[in-house]
């Protein structure tokens, strides 16, 4: 079993810092990939960053230039910097981790989410 357990969020002003963590844990053998995405009321879940096992990196084109996500591979955690926030970056985050059980099978599991919120 694979658990994946997002921190951080909150609630911030238009212009503000906010950083997310998540880490994946359990019966781990690899992890392909980690991302980040969001889901603001009734709208779809959108990509919002990701990251590779080779260091690849993929951004929405709203969030370009203003966040930051990185991985630190040795604890199976990722990490979202958002900087410049606007109101309307405020959404649930879901953390994705897609890799192989240590019975080699594939997974890929969502986090329960954590929440952003931008103030104007």
């Known amino acids: 079993q694979v658990q994946v357990v997002e921190s951080g969020g909150g609630l911030v002003q238009a212009g503000g810092s906010l950083s997310v963590a998540c880490t994946a844990s359990?019966?781990?053998?690899?992890?392909?990939?980690m991302g980040w995405y969001r889901q603001a009321p009734g709208k779809q879940r959108e990509l919002v960053a990701a990251?590779?096992?080779?260091?690849?990196?993929n951004y929405a084109d709203s969030v370009k230039g203003r966040f930051t996500i990185s991985r630190d591979y040795i604890k199976n955690t990722v990490y979202l910097q958002m900087n410049s926030l606007k109101p309307e970056d405020t959404a649930v985050y879901y953390c994705n981790a897609k890799g192989y059980s240590d019975s080699y099978y594939p997974f890929d599991y969502w986090g329960q989410g954590t929440q952003v919120a931008v103030s104007s």
């Open positions: 990251v590779t096992s080779g260091g690849s990196t």
């Open positions: 359990g019966s781990i053998f690899s992890i392909n990939g």
